[in-house]
């Protein structure tokens, strides 16, 4: 049986700290009295070893690249689930009863169209903007033609953003495809589902009869699954941030998608891409790159590799780079940049540094051929990922107000100047 509390011995005194237990992973030190009783703090970097809060949402066994939404594996929940229902899950304790389901489903489809001016915003951004800047901003946006979802203070409330938002948004990450292509926006079809919905405002042509394939909508839903949540990462860190100080839902999602465009996080799935295609233009010389990769002295790292948390293979990449085998042979594609992934993969993980290192390839290594192969452009490749996180960033946002989580404002070590006097310019 493991203690249910630790000691600190500190200036000739002992302070004992309680264990906060957890269900299964990290139990927990409550430090929350260190300070008033030692006048410490605590230092960790990017918060390595630091929890932030209590949930109930996501697990995930780094050691032995496990990953569970509300207790459910994700390899059952890739094969079994539907987006739709996967977001059911995050936002709510267990999976839908066929009522729960449908009424979940009617929620959503309420809110299936955005507000006329939203599509004039839209027209004053460059063809040429990253589409995840202006995903950010269009989000924030929204609060301006739906004041009420700003400040929810009920359960009641926050189910009816999530629902609003969770509709809206889809049009939104459709219309900066369209954008981006120069194509007229698209509205959305009721008579569909969430992503055979979204699948169609993306590539309906004003020319020509629409047909949906199943195959791309599938790939599509079991990728939007499997960016669903992932615990306490960056962005979602970020959403609960800014959601404690009880800023609005959407505004909290439109801080998290800018964390998510950097290129360690969900930007990885477009530089993943860009890596290989360099790779391929400079002669595929895959063992030059992962020397590369391996030299302190050059700041290039191996775009779709390593993690935070996965100390073994991301189950997720797993899953993905089974879909992107299926995919490839039912549309007949072959892709340079996936014999080259296959092969950095091979070459990296028999390579001693990554071996000691534990760097495995992770969620964003395999999502962008996947993505390329169904005619997204790797621009696009972050917001696809911020599509699948939203379900992810609104159910712990939720939790995190639901919970009453303090606003965060975390301390810091000080060493920069002493006090000293203010001196005149002229005696300087
Ligand atoms: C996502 O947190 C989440 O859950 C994120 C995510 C989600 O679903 O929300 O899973 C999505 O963001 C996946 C990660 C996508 N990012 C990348 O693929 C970018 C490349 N990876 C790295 O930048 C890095 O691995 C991180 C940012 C992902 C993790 O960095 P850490 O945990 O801070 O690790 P570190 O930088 O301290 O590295 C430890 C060692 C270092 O070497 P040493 O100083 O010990 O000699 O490993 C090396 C690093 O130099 N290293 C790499 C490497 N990643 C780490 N070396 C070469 N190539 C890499 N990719």
Partial sequence: MSDNKVILNYDGKSFEYPIVESTIGDRGIDISKLRDQTGLITLDLGYKNTGATISNITYLDGDNGELYYRGYPIEQIAEKSSFTEVMYLLLNDDLPTTEQFAGFEKGIKQYNFVADEMKRLIDVF??????????????????????????????????????????????????????????????????????????????????????????????????????????????????????????????????????????????????????????????????????????????????????????????????????????????????????????????????????????????????????????IPTEMFTVMFALGRLPGWISQWKEMRLHNDPIGRPRQVYQGATKRDYVDMSAR
């Avoid at 009920?154 to 809206?168: P, Q």
């Avoid at 073994?312 to 892709?335: M, Q, S, T, V």
Wanted: proline fraction near 3%.
């Fill in 126 to 375: 460059p063809r040429s903007a990253h589409p995840m800047g202006v995903l950010s901003a269009l989000t924030s946006a929204l609060i301006a033609f739906n004041p009420k979802a700003v400040d929810v203070r009920s359960k009641e409330d926050m189910d009816h953003a999530a629902e609003m938002l969770i509709a809206k948004f889809s049009h939104l990450c459709a219309w900066t495809y369209r954008k981006k292509m120069g194509l007229s926006i698209n509205h959305g079809d009721d008579s569909l589902n969430y992503v055979e919905n979204f699948y169609k405002m993306c590539f309906r042509r004003p020319n020509q009869e629409f047909h949906l394939d199943s195959t791309v909508v599938n790939a599509l839903d079991k990728l939007l699954i499997l960016h669903a949540d992932h615990e306490q990462n960056c962005s979602t860190s970020t959403v609960r941030m800014v959601g404690s100080a009880h800023t609005g839902l959407f505004a909290s999602v439109s801080a998290g998608i800018s964390a998510l465009w950097g290129p360690l996080h969900g930007g990885a799935n477009q530089a993943v891409i860009e890596m290989l295609e360099m790779i391929e233009k400079d002669g595929g010389d895959v063992a030059k790159y992962v020397e590369k990769a391996k030299n302190k002295d050059d700041d290039f790292r191996l775009m779709g590799f390593g993690h935070r948390v996965y100390k073994n293979f991301d189950p997720r990449a797993r899953i993905i780079k089974k879909a992107a085998d299926d995919i490839f042979a039912a549309l007949g594609i072959e892709d340079k940049a996936l014999d080259i992934a296959l092969q950095l993969e091979k070459v990296a993980l028999e390579d001693e540094y990554f071996i000691e290192r534990k760097l495995y390839p992770n969620v964003d290594f395999y999502s962008g051929i996947i993505y390329r192969a169904l005619g």
